[in-house]
DNA sequence: TTTTTTAACGAAAACGTTTTCGATTTAATC
DNA sequence: GATTAAATCGAAAACGTTTTCGTTAAAAAA
């Protein structure tokens, strides 16, 4: 009934625990007859080594911990994905936490699996993130980290992301070729540096073009939800009626905006076209479907493992480690909402 | 730089390692100023116990992992959410495996978890599982199991499920009380038992109503994707003309059935209404909205989780486990997709 | 004073591995 | 035959905790 132990093996055998253990990881010291012996008798007896001691033993869990602020949310499932793959691959396996956006949780996830000893954390921050004490604790603990799309510039560990400023210039720039004169903005809250990017990138495409920059036509969203984007939408037309593009946040936001349009008898793209950001599935089957910047979320998460990976392995190896920043290409994906 | 332990706060304090133990976990006989003195030099050094030895003395990692088919999906995503969450309040962590569909990768995994030493398994299987040694396995190990949606019923431990033939009954009555009196089904592959009932409800929802239950009306579909859901409707509108009335295995088929028709003139609901099955959150965005059967997945996760949990419970103090099998209601939630 | 009870502590084993280093045997070399 | 080299094995420590059981000292009861 109890699981099988070295020592089992050992004692039917006749011989000692260490050589057991040295056969089975193919010591050179082992005669390949013994070899032969042991790794036979531990597979019919089904032997499974315990994690736990050899934890205890080599202080390493092949576990780490990734910390995302929401699970339910087609970019992050992607990345979830990316990481998990990734990891498979390379025998590590993968426990995630929610911060919910909110930094006290982050604090607590942060302590939760410095506890459980995971060997490196992923991590992408809260909104409400503006302090980064519990980030400095994991790096000086020794433990690798690193950072992905929702990033702390300050933080020094390896990073991956996108550029969320040139993405969004892609973005704005596709409306004003395309004909657009006038272009709002609905962007994301004041704090995390992707939305202060992406609205960057939008100014930076106007006042390049030699548009004015209007800072009413910009819209803060605070909860990036469906209803936002109704609501600024309404708000939009009834205090802009001659606003003729729209690039906004998170795509999200902008199903919203779309379908407030659809009801009003707002067309779209002919009264006003809109560029999205993120491609999340459902913005290529909505009607009209949405031109939106593919984030590449699988991608992302591959990368960031792979990172985090070296990262730990070159520790065990004492060779110094490099933080790297990576940014990956992203791409815009043009469809109806910006179609004539 | 290394961590600290048991028996460095012991060395300080000039006790034994035992006391020290003895005094965190607030044993009755240690007296309250040791208790105090542990207790601060403990904090001041910042001792965070060694999770690999706890585990290996105590035989439990306070971990479970979970294997589903699919990240990247809605409504596994809310699962994982549900899971999470619960799990967090109980102390729990979640190590996420995937399936991909695939009963190799699925026995994989399983074994993966076994060997990591989880406290218990949740799992949904893929749609090509159907031996199911690896899940005995689990069972014979002692270890608890407790499947969610997709399950199999030979398989003897706690299940948690939605009545997939009720839920599909309850579709098509819905169009039939809506007026339509040839209704088409696209169903999901002709393995797993969901397909198999939702299939099994919607024919009984026709006999009950004395239509006739005819064969090619209904569609196989293999990988559930968007695209089937555009093809089969093709299919459809050019074999079957009369159709009024359509329900549909899964939501992300459904919209891409609905995508087609709106391509190509069919009007729905008008010439052909349309239920769905899961309620993705894209059903409520698209146009038409799509009426469908709320697939409750965090409730599920949730639910799932405190049956593990107490399997995990009861086993550690030898209490008799009873497997239960737990059905969650589901809801219709009517939209444009049938609204005349 | 002696005995009993209670309070407070610690020694030591155990969990199952990994790995160092020394011991023994056998084969090769002189 | 003596010496060296190579091949094979095992003893033992270590990882850091938990828990049983015994010990000591002080307090209470006799």
């Not at 793959?85 to 949780?105: C, D, R, T």
């Not at 490196?120 to 909104?127: E, K, Q, T």
């Not at 004909?179 to 709002?184: L, P, Q, W």
């Not at 495409?205 to 469906?226: G, T």
Request: hydrophobic share 40%; aromatic share 8%; charged share 25%.
């Amino acid at each position: 009934m109890k699981p099988v132990t070295l020592r089992q093996i050992a004692e039917i055998l006749n011989i000692s625990i260490t050589t057991v253990s040295k056969a089975l990881k193919d010591y050179p010291d082992v005669s390949k007859k013994t070899k032969r012996l042991v790794k036979e008798t531990a597979k019919t007896l089904n032997y499974k080594p315990n994690s736990f001691a050899v934890n205890l033993r080599t202080r390493e869990s092949k576990t780490i911990g990734l910390i995302i602020p929401e699970v339910v949310h087609h970019f992050f499932s992607s990345v979830i994905k990316g990481i998990i793959s990734q990891a498979e691959k390379n025998g590590y396996m993968v426990i995630i936490l929610q911060s919910n956006e909110s930094f006290e949780l982050e604090k607590k996830q942060i302590d939760l699996l410095l506890r459980k000893q995971v060997d490196g954390i992923l991590i992408s921050l809260a909104n409400s993130t503006v302090r980064y004490e519990h980030l400095n604790e994991v790096l000086d603990q020794n433990k690798p980290i690193v950072m992905f799309d929702k990033i702390a510039k300050l933080v020094n560990c390896s990073k991956v992301i996108i550029n969320d400023r040139k993405a969004a210039y892609l973005a704005t720039q596709h409306l004003i070729d395309i004909g657009c004169k006038r272009i709002a903005h609905f962007r994301g809250p004041l704090l995390p540096q992707n939305s202060i990017d992406r609205f960057l990138g939008y100014k930076k495409a106007l006042e390049d073009n030699n548009l004015i920059y209007d800072s009413s036509l910009v819209y803060v969203c605070n909860d990036m939800s469906f209803d936002e984007g109704k609501n600024f939408a309404k708000q939009l037309i009834e205090e802009h009626s001659n606003v003729d593009g729209l690039f906004i946040n998170t795509d999200l936001v902008a199903v919203g905006a779309i379908s407030e349009f659809n009801k009003r008898g707002v067309i779209v793209p002919k009264d006003i076209a809109i560029v999205g950001f993120s491609n999340w599935f459902m913005s290529s089957v909505i009607s009209p479907s949405l031109t939106t910047i593919d984030q590449p979320g699988y991608k992302m998460g591959k990368k960031a493992f792979k990172l985090l990976y070296k990262e730990i392995k070159n520790k065990k190896e004492n060779i110094e480690v490099k933080y790297k920043k990576v940014e990956l290409p992203v791409q815009l994906i043009k469809r109806e909402s910006t179609a004539f």
